[in-house]
C-alpha cells in the first residue's frame, strides 16, 4: 500500500460533506421508490404487471450498461465533473417524469435517472474517502449508508403525503425535481480535495479497519476500485482469465445477479401483492380497520400518524415497502457484529433461510396483520447477502484477482432489471380465470433465487 498524504482538514470540507450526505438520502429516495408508483403505473396507463415492473426495471438496465463508462469517464475528467454532470441528468430525469405524463416518456425518464444516480454513486463512494480523515473513513461511510437508506425508507410516505393531500402521485416527481436541483448545486459550490484525481490509497485496507462496516465497506471500496483503475489493462487480462478459466466465478456472478434481482423484484411486488392477494383496500378503509389488525397495525398507524399521515390503506402498503428498506439497513447494522462471530458461508445459508421462511408466511395468510411484519422480515434477513456473497467470491481467489472479480460481480447487478418483471410475468401466466394475477406463483420465483444463494453458501469456503 503506498503511504500517501492527503489534506484531510475535515473543517475544509464539511461543505462537501454536507452535499455529499444530501446526494445519497436523494439517490435513495429516487431509486427506491419505484416499489410504491408500480400500482400506480398499473393503473394510471392500464398496462399489465409485467409491463409495470419492466419500466421500474430500466433504472437497473441503466445501472449495467453505465457503470463502467462512468468510471471511464471519470478516470479522464474528474470526481467533482462526474457528479455534477450525472446529478444533472439526474433532474433532466426526474422533470422528464413529473412533466410528461405516458408510459413510454416514464420509461425513458426512468431510465435517465438510472443513468445519473448511477454516476452519482460511481463518484460518491471514493469521494468519501478522499474527504475523510483515514481513521474515520468507514464511519462516514456507514454514517452516509444510513442516510441512504433513510431517503430509501422515507420514499413510499412520499407517495402516501402527496395522494392524502388530494395530489396525483406524480406530484411526487416534483418535489424529486426539487431535491435534485438543490442536490445538484450543493455538489457544484464546495471545495473539492486538490488530489481528487487520485486512485492509489488503499481504500479497502481503510474500510477493512473498522468492524462496524465489516465486509460491506470492503464490498463498496473493491466497487470504487473498478471503477476508478480503467487504466490498469492488467485487470482486464484476468477478467478474461477469471470468465474463460475459474467456472467458480460464475457460482457467485449468478449469486450477486439473482440476490439483488431478488431485493428489488419483491420489494416491487409488495404493494400489488397487498393490493390483488389481500385485498387490502376492502380490508382496511380506516385507521380503526388498520388498528384492529393487532399490534402490528398499532404500530403502523403510530408511525403514519408521526409522520401526519391518514393510517388507511393507501398509506400501510406504502409503509410495509419502507419497512422492508429500513428492515435492510437494520439488518446490516446487525448482520456486521454477527459476521465478526459467523463464517460467512454458515450466515449466508442461516440468513437466507430465514428470509425464505418470512417469505413463506408473508405468502400462505390471509390475514394482513403477518404480512406487514413478514415482508419487512425479509428485508432484514436477506441484508447482509450482497457483501456476504461478495467477500466470500474475494477469498475464494488470489488477491491479484480482486478488481478483475469486481468488475464482474458489479456487472451482475443488472439482474436488478430481471427478477421482478420475471416474477410479475409467471404471476400473469398463472393468473388463469382469476381477476388478478397469482402472486403466490410469482412469488415462487423468489424461492428459487433464495435457494440458488444457499447453494451458494454451501460452496463457500469458510
Known amino acids: ?45 392500464n398496462v399489465s404487471s409485467s409491463l409495470s415492473a419492466a419500466l421500474a426495471a430500466t433504472f437497473f438496465i441503466a445501472y449495467g450498461l453505465t457503470s463502467i463508462p462512468w468510471g471511464v469517464f471519470m478516470e479522464k475528467n474528474s470526481k467533482k465533473t462526474t457528479l455534477v454532470i450525472s446529478s444533472v441528468i439526474t433532474t433532466l430525469g426526474v422533470i422528464l417524469f413529473a412533466s410528461v405524463p405516458g408510459f413510454l416518456p416514464n420509461m425513458i425518464s426512468m431510465f435517465l435517472c438510472g443513468v445519473g444516480i448511477t454516476g452519482i454513486q460511481v463518484a460518491l463512494n471514493p469521494l468519501v474517502a478522499e474527504i475523510s480523515d483515514p481513521s474515520k473513513y468507514s464511519r462516514n461511510l456507514t454514517m452516509f449508508m444510513v442516510i441512504n437508506g433513510a431517503g430509501s425508507s422515507l420514499a413510499g410516505i412520499f407517495v402516501t403525503a402527496i395522494e392524502n393531500n388530494g395530489f396525483h402521485w ?23 480535495p486538490k488530489n481528487e484525481g487520485a486512485n492509489d490509497i488503499d481504500e479497502e485496507s481503510r474500510a477493512s479497519g473498522s468492524s462496524e462496516m465489516s465486509a460491506s465497506a470492503i464490498a463498496k471500496a473493491r466497487s470504487d476500485e473498478l471503477h476508478t483503475r480503467c487504466k490498469a489493462t492488467n ?35 409488495i404493494a400489488l401483492y397487498f393490493e390483488d392477494k389481500l385485498q387490502i383496500f376492502s ?16 404500530a403502523y398507524a403510530v408511525v403514519l400518524n408521526f409522520f401526519g399521515q391518514e393510517a388507511n390503506a393507501e398509506g400501510a402498503k406504502n409503509l410495509v415497502i419502507s419497512f422492508y428498506w429500513l428492515g435492510l439497513l437494520f439488518g446490516r447494522f446487525v448482520g456486521a457484529a454477527i459476521l465478526d462471530k459467523v463464517p460467512g458461508k454458515y450466515a449466508i445459508m442461516g440468513y437466507i433461510t430465514l428470509a425464505a421462511t418470512s417469505l413463506f408466511f408473508a405468502t400462505n395468510t390471509e390475514d394482513i396483520s403477518i404480512a406487514l411484519w413478514a415482508f419487512p422480515a425479509i428485508g432484514f ?31 451482475a447487478i443488472i439482474g436488478g432489471a430481471v427478477i421482478g418483471p420475471v416474477i410479475a410475468f409467471v404471476a400473469e401466466l398463472t393468473q388463469g380465470a382469476e381477476a388478478v394475477p397469482n402472486w403466490d406463483a410469482g412469488l415462487l420465483v423468489a424461492y428459487a433465487c433464495y435457494a440458488y444463494i444457499f447453494v451458494v453458501g454451501l460452496f463457500s469456503r469458510k
Open 1 to 45: 500500500m503506498k503511504d500517501k498524504t492527503v489534506n484531510k482538514n475535515t473543517n475544509d470540507f464539511l461543505p462537501l460533506l454536507a452535499a455529499v450526505a444530501f446526494a445519497y438520502f436523494a439517490f435513495g429516495a429516487i431509486t427506491n421508490v419505484a416499489g410504491a408508483i408500480i400500482p400506480k403505473i398499473r393503473e394510471t396507463y
Open 170 to 192: 406524480t406530484m411526487t416527481y416534483w418535489i424529486f425535481t426539487a431535491i435534485a436541483i438543490v442536490m445538484t448545486l450543493a455538489v457544484s459550490f464546495p471545495k473539492y
Open 235 to 269: 485487470s482486464e487480462n484476468l477478467t478474461i482469465e477469471l470468465l474463460t478459466k475459474n467456472p467458480l466465478i460464475y457460482l457467485y456472478a449468478v449469486g450477486i445477479f439473482l440476490y439483488v434481482g431478488v431485493e428489488v423484484g419483491v420489494a416491487n411486488t
Open 283 to 298: 380490508v382496511i378503509q380506516s385507521a380503526q380497520d388498520l388498528i384492529g389488525s393487532g399490534s402490528i397495525g398499532q
Open 381 to 411: 434477513f436477506i441484508s447482509i447477502m450482497f457483501p456476504t456473497i461478495y467477500s466470500t467470491c474475494t477469498n475464494a481467489f488470489p488477491k491479484e484477482y480482486s478488481s478483475a472479480i469486481s468488475g464482474i460481480l458489479c456487472t
